[in-house]
């Protein structure tokens, strides 16, 4: 009786400790989307900056007189 309460006691705590590691996985996936959603908008935004740029040398230049 004793060990059939000692083998239940330890199949619980490793199915515990097996789904808080899940739980630690799962967190860490949400942080990285999190990161590249992040850096994808940071990208959105500097090439948006160097159009702009691109857009107002060409202005310049065309307005050029040779």
Not at 20 to 46: F, L, N, P, S, Y
Request: charged share 20%; no cysteine; net charge negative.
């Amino acid at each position: 009786m004793t060990t059939s309460i000692t083998r239940l006691t330890a199949w619980l705590s490793l199915l515990v400790a097996d789904a808080r590691m899940r739980a630690r996985d799962e967190a860490d996936h949400g942080e990285v989307v999190e990161k590249v959603i992040i850096v994808a908008a940071a990208a959105a935004i500097a090439i948006a900056a160097m159009a702009a740029i691109a857009l107002a040398v060409d202005i310049k230049v065309g307005s050029i007189e040779l």
